[in-house]
């Protein structure tokens, strides 16, 4: 792969995963959205991963006129390149997930790289009282549900946006979704330097242990040789260990409230401001300095801010 020689840090801000009543730090609202991406920015995010919620329930949406009342305002007030999510909410079609990056146009827009078991259930019985109605049956759906991503579906997404010059955050669930990449690489239709986002710690897909992460990172330098950049996240109390690890192996790391609640062991984060400061921390005391937005964005070879649709 690519070692980086700055830390690209993104930070996934609000997420399709946790319910609003999950935590009371979790964005919700446009202005909330834009807030903690700014934070998040100002904190040294050079990369701010969007969703979108129904203002008055928390509930998921890519709804493109919910994203018209936040992506200005990120735009306006902080340098991030923004990186508009593809996966939308679970249970959504495929038009339905691609409609805000389809109007939006941005930087980057992630791409989930193959269908898998995604099964959040788990979480519905850790919660004592819910706030809305939606949230109990979202969450408990997911026993019998599967994150489609079929290769006539993403060869379609990838197209659709490529379009436009947006280039994309690989998401990688499991090692099979290294080979789908490759597949399309070897079709050509994407192109290097990939940004692949290997994920860890959802049930259904690659578990959160270490040997687990050696094993994307040695398959995923046989497929793409010096083409890549690793970038890792891990779902909930395997989150700072397992990009920290990541960043020593020379890989980004994504932190945010969108992949974990939590700040340290039983402490609720605060923000998501709050963890992309604690990644820093660590990284720095490593002697492992984080990439600015225009250094990624060099990294990375997008189109730049100027030319989005918003």
Known sequence: MKRAEKVIVSCAITGSIHTPSM??????????????????AEAGAAIVHLHAREP??????????????????????CDAII?????????MTMDERLAAA?????EIASMNMGSLNFNISGAAGRIAEFKHDWEPEYLGMTKDFILSNTFTQMD????????????????CYDVGHLYNL???ADRGLVEPPF??????????????????LMHMKSTADRLFGEDYYLSILAAGRHQMPFVTMGAILGGNCRVGLEDSLFIGKGQMAES???????????????????ATPDEARAMLQTKGPKNVGF
Not at 83 to 91: A, C, D, E, K, W
């Open 83 to 91: 990186n508009i999510t593809t996966g939308g909410g679970l249970g």
């Open 102 to 106: 389809t109007w939006a146009q941005p």
């Open 56 to 77: 008055e329930t928390g509930r998921p949406s890519q709804d493109p006129e919910l994203f018209k009342k936040f992506l200005p305002q990120i735009r306006e007030r």
């Open 182 to 184: 490759a597949h399309f």
């Open 272 to 290: 998501n401001a709050q963890q992309v400061a604690k990644i820093r921390r660590i990284l720095e005391e490593l002697s492992l300095p984080i």
């Open 156 to 171: 379609a997404a990838i197209r659709r946006l490529k379009d436009f010059g947006t280039r994309f955050e690989y998401e």
């Open 23 to 40: 935590s009371e730090a979790l964005p919700i609202t446009a202005d909330q959205i834009a807030e903690a991406a700014i934070g998040a």
């Open 195 to 212: 940004f692949v986002q290997s994920i860890f710690g959802i049930l259904g897909g690659i578990g959160p242990e270490p040997e687990n």
